[in-house]
């Protein structure tokens, strides 16, 4: 797959077609830089005014509407937080709009289907990878819709990451996605749990760590993203669990993956579980620490006792 | 860890003085064989006639009682199924006692204090990996115990695994032990939604899978052991879940780390949850399968519809 | 509630302004002819022909779709089993329109709003009490919507139940049915797990409910309609788990609970876990077996040991 | 059976043999006192040196350890924390002991053995009921023992209560107890989920708490001690939660629930999930709450947004 992603990549980038971009954020404001820099003129909208600004000094044109984007292009990215935003860009008649954001598989369907009424080829294209990697140009792209509109997409997509993937149908890309967060939701509570009582049972934690690495409950989780402070350097644990993934965007995901579990009347008792962990997380002021404060949650809390 | 396990297995193997093995079942049959074959006389014993005639075949001297084979030696291997076995294990005063089985660390930790006033030094050293690493001497040995415990034990351990780790104080093999298999039946039950949900929401087993493993959902359950039939060869989900780790031994760890998790007040949700799937399993026929056929006891059963 | 409900009774009944019926399975059926019994004529739509010829037998009009029954009158009421079906009923402009189903209390607020557009009102009027309930005409029935939608809905609901209860706004009927549901269906689980746990440790069942029902640990599920065969007589329990409210039946509310927690932000640990529960026991062939048959899915099976 | 506890109580009280008491904390110092006030003269032991006075004050005489107290009555009555309390009080030959404490069911059935060994009858006989119920001598005993110890102990344990309920052999008593508790741990967060999340839907506390009560959801939970402020005075919601059971309590007696469940191989998946709940928030700060602040935990908390 990576071998595919590059050589669209390499034959791909540097043309000058303009290109629409809906959804200047966290994620996609670091995206539509990219697209800049690999060439491509772009014209651009988001609800703040601060965001458009931050674009039209990187050298966007700058519109007043997602439907003024949507007139002068026929190549449109969104990166939306939710099923309400997506469902509200239309582009014009032959066009390929690609979606970035996380949402409902459902909706990508539906969305799919409205979009070929028009002559429009529409894919559902959501992200892994963090801030940073959207800012390095490393994502990865989980890309769902026809053959011919993954190839169409790579092309603009192999400028913002190093994978694009083509996982089937329309809506795949967003069952990837979700299935990828749902496990991760559970490892990072399964992480902190084990973590925590390795601990209060007398191990270091870098030893259980070490431990747990060569071992058969290994996952990223322990390895990479380890939620003990002081296990790992340069993960949000060490650092009070600033930056890296919200916990209510966590929450987030996984209400999607319990909507579509529920739709698809698939039993996911962790992943439900890790749902509503992650809820009251949020609900008592860690919306905003990483997702891996779980493990800080479930200490005992020494100011509490 | 390994470099230090390795040095100690040159030195140590083909020597001679008897040693005591007590505990012949699918594990301790191999284990006791290896020992045998790196020049140690042994004498054993077994419930089972069975398992006995076995390792006299082997060349092992058989023991009418536990009492029989500690009265003989001055090192005592034991790997039996639980915590009321391994109390009733008495050896001499100067003895080392090499305790393999897995139960509560706090049984160690009682076992280790009674063997101190008699003069007896106690490791805890329960194993990773299954039978058949047991069979080809190449188990990791987690042990629990005083440094010059830790050493004399792992002359004869490293016989039998090829790692051999000091995890800490009397109890912290059994610590490490549970903490890994909780997080591995966490994980395996992760990884048993996550592919019956993207199946059912249109994606490829093996292009899931895939993805998994390059995105932050990895864990060594959906790498090595992916519990989804025809993803990966040799593992027990493409053999109809025969062989391997059986749901109710899962069960049984997982009920150690629960009690462990009560009495040190460390909250496991996910980890009661897990422990509750596994049980629920073994009462519906699943306790003799390899723990990974919870995905299948996930998946909508046909003839039941 | 009870008194203004039974006032309304007797004013109301045996009018003779024909009524609309949408929905005749196996509520919708006993529901139709009890409103037929006080005196309204009735003009009727179901997909199945049988149900159809039941109602002509009794006594009403049968119509060729949804369309043709709102045609001919002003107060329509409609049992549907989806979301999905209720959105297609569609009534003429000044009609009153009960809609007695089970369905997403936010699909509820849609209704209610595209009806008003036209100059209808709309009520949520989802039932409690089972298939016999209906039969006998003795169904609470939980009304959102303004105060003279539920005063002009009461006419006809206060013939088909004993009680009448105005919940609030539109979507609060069906709320406070959802809500009843998750705890109805979390009550039962714990009482299973409960009467199962106490007869191992040695409990006579009888007396453990006994004990439990002068207890704080008392509700509905223990003393009305307990899960333990031979507790209670006439109940689905002493029946083999046959009638009463099936599993999957049950599964459906939960979810609706599940989407209505999401959408809202509200943590629901066992509301959850309870959901999964009975999706568990549906994918295993209880979907069809009363939802208290959960007490039999969670105990060792014999023939499976 | 409270027929035959007050047939006992007339007959019973008002006797002058000296009863040993040991263990005078929140509950066993009103016990004890109502001892004396039905005219046994008491000798009594308890850590705390404030404890010991109250009881002098009132009457008692007081002794320096659990032995002294033994040495001189043949009928001794035990309200202690933990089982490892429980294990060291000793009595003489001959005497009847009657444990009140709160242990694992186990536990009370190897006290039994060891005291018939010394020709002593031991009954289990926790109580139910809260501190205000001890001061007012209404608790509920819930015996477990051979009929001739539970008729023994009914002369001494009807002093202190309304009801004196005769389990089955021993550790029955101790069995219904957790039993009871655990239902009543589920049922309480299962009404706070329900409330919490009608709420956010937009129905009234009270009106919703009229609803599930008139209907399948009812419970003691909902009914007598609703944990949402407000719908009923008088209960420790509508006191901030102080008073009551608190949450570290409840999880100590989910903890001996999940150790039975496991020790029996009973699934208790809603049982262990309440055990976390309430662990988690009693290391969040909740643990001298009553447990009903489950409620307050579940919501979202304002200032932490």
């Known amino acids: 797959m990576a071998a595919q992603a590059t050589k669209v990549l390499q034959s791909g980038c540097n043309k ?4 629409g971009f809906i959804g200047l954020g966290n994620m996609g404001g670091h995206m539509a ?6 060439g491509y003129p772009l014209v651009v909208y988001d609800v703040s005014k601060d965001n458009l600004n931050t674009l039209k000094e990187a050298g966007a044109e700058v519109a007043g509407s997602p439907a003024e984007v949507a007139s002068g292009v026929t190549k449109v990215v969104s990166m939306l937080p939710e099923s309400s935003h997506v469902k509200q860009v239309t582009v014009k008649s032959g066009s390929l709009l690609m979606d970035c954001s996380t949402i409902d598989p459902s909706v990508s369907q539906v969305m799919a289907s409205l979009a070929a009424e028009k002559g429009v080829t529409f894919v559902d294209a959501p992200v892994s990878g963090g801030v940073n990697a959207a800012r390095d140009g490393i994502l990865t792209f989980m ?8 190839e169409a997409a790579s092309e603009y997509l192999s400028c913002m990451g190093k994978n694009v993937v083509h996982c089937g149908a329309v809506g795949t890309g ?19 749990e084990t973590m ?3 601990i209060k049972l007398g191990l270091d934690p870098k030893m259980l760590a070490k431990i747990l690495n ?16 002081g296990v790992l350097d340069g993960v949000p644990s ?3 669990y600033k930056g890296g993934f919200g916990a209510a965007l966590m929450t987030k995901d996984l209400g999607l993956a319990q909507s579509a579990s529920t739709s698809t009347k698939s039993p996911t008792p962790l992943g439900s579980m ?12 860690y919306g905003e620490k990483d997702f891996s404060s779980v493990f800080k949650f479930l200490q005992e809390q020494e100011g509490k006792k």
């Open 274 to 285: 890790a749902h509503q962990m992650y809820r009251i997380m949020t609900n008592h002021g």
């Open 214 to 229: 060569m071992s058969s409950g290994r996952c990223w989780s322990s390895e990479v993203y380890n939620p003990c402070p």
């Open 16 to 19: 000058a077609a303009k290109v």
């Open 174 to 192: 967003q069952a990837a996605k979700i299935c990828n967060n749902m496990l991760l939701g559970i490892s990072m509570i399964g992480v902190s």
């Open 143 to 150: 890309v769902g819709g026809p053959e011919d509109g993954y």
């Open 196 to 198: 925590n009582l390795g």
């Open 33 to 38: 830089k990219n697209l800049l820099k690999k």
């Open 238 to 240: 060490s650092n009070n």
